[in-house]
């Protein structure tokens, strides 16, 4: 009887370890294709992770106006940023051509929550106070 018991516990504890993708991990969230939502001011962003680099594809939109009209605009852009993962929740990306000063900036990003197919964030650029809070659900 205490035989069974033992084997069936160990059966148990087994098959629970050997999960191949837990909850709280987010290591799966290191490579694949990724999505953030549009917001107010900026379309779908798709991400792309390979390797050490991390490829995002979005559209900016953006008003111009000219005397009484205001036309809303879609532009796509592609930026390409080099991504260091400190450890499992957390990680530093680099645009790999900044454009400007600010594209110099690092951005530190936290994840706060993890889910089966998507994490919370929350990511600060530079060394600024300027903080901004997302979710990144993974696709494939």
Same mark, same amino acid.
């Given at each position: 009887?205490?035989?069974? &018991?033992?084997? !069936? ?90 454009? !400007? ?23 600060? &650029? ?15």
């Amino acid at each position: 009887m205490r035989v069974s &018991i033992f084997l !069936t516990l160990l059966l148990i504890i087994i098959s629970i370890s050997c999960s191949s993708e837990k909850k709280g991990d987010p290591t799966r969230f290191k490579f694949g294709t990724f999505e953030i939502p549009a917001s107010d001011s900026y379309g779908k962003t798709t991400i792309t992770r390979v390797d050490s680099l991390q490829i995002e594809e979005y559209t900016k939109k953006i008003s111009i106006t000219s005397d009484s009209t205001v036309i809303q605009k879609e532009e796509k852009h592609i930026d390409t940023l080099y991504i260091k993962w400190k450890n499992n929740f957390a990680y530093t990306l680099r645009m790999k051509s900044p454009k !400007t000063d600010l594209d110099k900036d690092p951005i530190f990003v936290q994840i706060t929550k993890v889910t089966d197919d998507s994490y919370e964030f929350t990511a600060k &650029i530079g060394y600024s106070n300027f903080k901004q809070k997302g979710t990144v659900y993974k696709v494939k």
